[in-house]
């Protein structure tokens, strides 16, 4: 049965994709903005708006890749049944013969194996129709589309939508240099959401690499939407594009941001190259006068006065010896117990075993995930007189 989710109202369904293990934090962003029935999904929150909110929850959500706008839902049993009932969606409605499209597909849990095969099928479907009432058809872009469409099959159900972000959300602007082993910058910002830090007071990151948690905490702190530093959203290609609408919104958000903060966010590392790469950043992302950064070696770093939070991502050890890694985790503790009593610190991980030698009792592990690596965000409240015993991970 076909069940077309896109009437013709001025509230419609939406569905914003997010890193698996942050549905709850975006569900709690979503209805912030004030988006309606809002139901937490596998990697996605589905939920309920306007025009205005679909534009807002791609400039303020930072938990959020993508924000979809679904078009119709089916059950597709076969690949011939995809192909008839994507050709039925009158597609001139979302997408112009000089304009270039590109298909996403994702299937799970499906008797569908093949997302390109499935990609493919729905483009035919899409340039066939072009071709049979016009005599040519749209050209696809598979890295930079006007317009990009969204397959989503979960089992035998089909969810055939239009991307209104475009590039995925995570893509900021800011980030161009980001050193070997970068952080989403959703993952980043769902970490220090996860961390609890009240936003009004110090915030610490000594091993901060090409600087992207300590960005995220300060757009957090001063309240800068993520995502006016993107020029560039899918929707700016639809057809009911309100440029006039959008451009309020940007200005507004600009008038909500808090001009200065009396407290210090210091990112430090002991790579010199890192560090200006992380400043760089930083200026892009607008808060460069907000960040102290420092080179410095974990075990050197003296941290601003408590309270704070403290987060640290450190290696994972695929490029390091077993004994460097648990030397590295060893210090990491060592450095928590020496500069960061009253401090609530953390340290983001996919190595438990390495986590092991920091040798402090966690009073929470936060499973998260980094791409395919199940990871442990590992909180340790230093307050005076913490004791020094093996973690039970």
Known sequence: MLTNTNQDKPRFRMIAKTIYGSEDLLAKELAGLGAFDVKTMNRSVEFYGDKQLMYEANLWCRTATRILKPIVSFEAADDNELYRTASRIDWVEYLGLDQTFAIDAVIVDSQFTNSLYVAQKTKDAIADQFRDKTGQRPSVDVKSPDIRINVYIYHNECTLAIDSSGDPLFKRGYRRKTGEAPLNEVLAAGIVLRSEWDRNSSFVDAMCGS?????????????????????????????????????????????????????QIVGSDIDSQLIQEASENANRAGVGKDIIFKQSDIVDLVPPPPPGVAIINPPYGDRLSIDNIQSSYHAIGDAFKKNFTNYDAFVFTGNAAAAKHIGLRTSRRIQMYNGPIECRLLKFEMYRGTRKIESKL
């Open 211 to 263: 600087g992207t948690i300590v960005i995220e905490a300060a757009l957090l702190a001063r309240n800068i939407a993520p995502g006016l530093t993107r020029n560039k959203y899918g929707f700016m290609n639809w057809s009911n594009y309100d440029s006039d609408l959008f451009k309020s919104i940007c200005e507004k958000a600009r008038q909500v941001i808090i001009p200065n903060l009396n407290f």
